[in-house]
């Protein structure tokens, strides 16, 4: 055993992206610096044991779904990507919020700030959402867009031009930068392991997850992952970012539908003061809304006025 020779894992359609950038927004990126392990080395840490053996591969497929299926998620930690990525600063301080990954960003204090800031076009202007507090919702008409991105592009060029003046007269970086917007770019390596990747990955490519970073997150997920280990990111596709859970609250209402009997789980919710009543409406909490939304996914209609 000890003078086996080990080689290196290696996956030749990653191997044939390493370093080529892909575009987000309108001036950023996200490219491949290295990576070690792939689908191969999830199920041989799973199994303890060297090299691939006798394996097939739909054996392995089969006991990769079953790792992801059941939450045993040390395997997946055997595979780590890097990662060099262009970012907005206002998306970056979401990306950064995921603590599990090891980060090396652009020092503003020892180089001068990236001539780079995110300009929103005309028809890219969001508004608040009504329902999510920290979430935004339809577009703005596209003539109020016209106001703002002008008056977004003369924040850019005047900042920009502050800081370049304060460069000019010596200021020291570390001050100078204080003023520059959200949307200036930064850059980072970002290395993390497979089993964390997939939980940034299960959070910034929901649908309710901000625009820009789920753009990212889309092509790290569609175009990266997919090449790297392409077992583990169909797994992760079916037990992950296309399923859903039911909490113990909601098992119950679903059983209550599946009997035919809505006025019963309108009963519950109510006893549970998820919801009350005004009148003849219904105020209905944020949980209820949740529950309404996996009930529709399952064909399920509740419009509880009418039971």
């Keep these: 055993m000890k003078d086996e020779k080990l080689i290196r894992t290696s996956v030749p359609e990653l191997d044939a992206i390493l370093g080529q950038p892909f575009k987000v927004l309108d001036d950023g990126f996200v490219r491949v610096v290295d990576y070690m392990g792939s689908d191969e080395s999830i199920v041989q840490a799973a199994r303890v044991s060297y090299g691939k053996g006798t394996k097939k591969i739909n054996e392995d497929r089969g006991l990769i779904r079953y790792l992801l299926r059941h939450m045993h998620t040390t395997p997946f930690e055997m595979c780590e990507i890097k990662f060099h990525v262009r970012v907005p600063m206002d998306c970056w301080r979401q990306w950064i919020r995921h603590r599990t990954a090891n980060v090396n960003e652009y020092s503003t204090r020892y180089s001068i700030a990236i001539d780079s800031a995110r300009k929103t076009n005309k028809n890219e202007w969001r508004k608040q959402s009504a329902t999510n507090k920290q979430g935004s919702g339809e577009f703005l008409e596209e003539s109020i867009g016209i106001v703002l991105s002008k008056k977004e592009e003369l924040i850019h060029q005047q900042t920009r031009e502050i800081y370049e003046e304060r460069i000019n007269s010596d200021v020291a970086r570390e001050q100078a930068r204080k003023d520059l917007p959200l949307s200036t770019y930064t850059e980072a390596y970002w290395k993390i392991d497979l089993h964390n990747l997939f939980h940034f990955l299960v959070l910034r490519m929901d649908s309710q997850a901000q625009l820009e970073i789920r753009s990212y997150a889309n092509i790290i997920g569609n175009e990266i992952v997919s090449k790297w280990c392409p077992l583990a990111w169909e797994a992760f596709k ?26 019963e789980a309108k009963k519950f919710l109510l006893s549970q003061k998820m919801m009350t009543m005004d009148g003849d409406k219904i105020k209905r909490s944020g949980e209820v809304i949740e529950i309404e939304s996996k009930l529709r996914q399952l064909g399920i209609k509740t419009v509880w006025e009418s039971y």
């Design 238 to 263: 079916a037990y992950r970012l296309n399923s859903f859970r039911f909490s113990e609250i909601e098992i119950i209402v679903l059983k209550h539908f599946i009997d035919n009997k809505p006025s």
